[in-house]
């Protein structure tokens, strides 16, 4: 089962009356003391507060019995399996048997919900800020395309042409002959990799793409594509396409799709900036981005990794501040709240826009969130 369609099945599925177990529980990386026991610890105090609802008699028996099976499930799950570094989301309804994990490469807020569905969002948020790429490994006989995503790899198509062999005798025209032959060839097979790599491209989704081989090939390869998919190369590197191995293709993928990521931040911040400075539809700061999160105003969201904040929300309207015990929308007793930042992250994605978390250094580290906006903030009101 691919990455892709083990979400899809975990966003269509319905416990069918039965609750469903949702656990979001950070990993460090590996060599930190936190990596075993920390997330242990953390999946057991977040169990902890769903083990009332096992003993909960308003629910029927079958519910009851289902959520102690996924509290076993889940307790279960660190002990199993070696989580990398990142985020583990992980669902279960054991009465449906039903039980799926995903590893997202960024943290977010460890959480657990029970419901009657898996609870999707931050999983489908994280999911989002992340590129689906294509990887071509191509010589002038064969190809390989793999899929990159979300860490995991998969091989998608193998091409291979038949190839002239060069015959065995040492005329001058003859051997220039069949060069040119072999030449055609390779030009022929060229045409119609970048054939089945715009088919790929259709089909799989691919939003960048990484090209590697020798060189030589590489440039010859890229010259025969067309315009739509040069534009979609994120970067280029240096392979044996007869001896790469998946976790050979895999390395090299992610290095060229990390330089991707890191430049695509540096210009978002960068343009963000640049709006700001000649007052276009852009903002900067926590609290400007928080009021432009309470009237959804925010297309994109540039988030810095790391920082977190305390506030308040309204629950009624959705505004979201650093402090105030009262919404000034409607009067409304305001809900405190450990990480605002993660608040306002939800309701961006909630009202359609989108969200890009910054992990490189950039003018960002001034000012925790900046936004490029769909219209100009109305005034804010007055606490």
């Known amino acids: ?13 319905d416990g069918d009356g039965l609750p469903v177990v949702s656990l979001y529980v950070g990993v460090e990386p590996d060599g930190s003391a936190e990596n075993e ?7 057991n105090s977040l169990l902890d507060t769903v083990r009332a609802v096992d003993k909960d008699r308003s629910l029927d028996r079958d519910a009851r019995l289902s959520v102690r099976g996924d509290l076993e499930r889940l ?7 070696r989580w990398p570094p990142g985020m583990m989301a992980l669902f279960s309804c054991s009465g449906r048997q039903f039980f799926e994990q995903v590893s997202l490469p960024r943290s977010i807020r460890d959480q657990v919900v029970v419901d009657g569905t898996p609870w999707t969002r931050p999983m489908l948020a994280a999911v989002e800020e992340y590129h689906r790429m294509g990887v071509v490994i191509a010589d002038g006989a064969t190809a390989q395309i793999w899929e990159l995503y979300l860490r995991e790899t998969r091989q998608v198509r193998h091409v291979r042409e038949l190839t002239l062999r060069k015959p065995d005798y040492a005329e001058a025209p003859a051997e220039r002959g069949v060069h040119n032959r072999e030449q055609e060839v390779a ?15 259709r089909v799989e989704g691919f939003d960048l793409l990484a090209v590697g081989g020798h060189p030589h090939d ?8 067309p315009r739509a998919l040069r534009d979609r190369i994120a970067g280029t590197f240096t392979v044996d396409p007869g001896t790469a191995t998946p976790a050979e293709v895999r390395r090299n ?96 994605i909630d009202g359609g826009g989108s969200v890009k978390h910054v992990r490189v250094g950039t003018d960002l580290h001034r000012y925790t969130l900046g936004a490029r906006l769909r219209f100009p903030l109305p005034p804010q009101p007055a606490a």
């Open 218 to 225: 590489v440039a010859a390869f890229a010259d025969f594509l």
């Open 253 to 348: 993928a992610e290095a060229v799709l990390e330089s991707y990521e890191r430049e695509e931040e540096r210009g978002l911040v960068a343009e963000i900036v640049e709006a700001v400075a000649e007052r276009r539809w852009a903002t900067l700061g926590v609290e400007s981005c928080l009021w432009a999160g309470a009237v959804s105003a925010i297309q994109k969201l540039a988030v810095e990794e790391g920082p977190t904040a305390p506030g308040v929300v309204c629950d009624r309207d959705r505004w979201m501040a650093l402090s105030g015990d009262t919404c000034p929308l409607c009067g409304h007793p305001t809900r405190a709240t450990a990480d605002v930042i993660d608040e306002l992250v939800e309701a961006v």
């Open 37 to 43: 026991g920390g997330a242990r610890t953390r999946v």
């Open 187 to 201: 030009k022929r097979h060229y045409r119609r990799l970048a054939t089945i790599l715009a088919d790929a491209v």
């Open 75 to 81: 307790a279960r799950a660190r002990f199993e399996e």
């Open 1 to 13: 089962m691919t990455m892709q369609e083990r979400i899809d099945r975990i966003t269509r599925f």
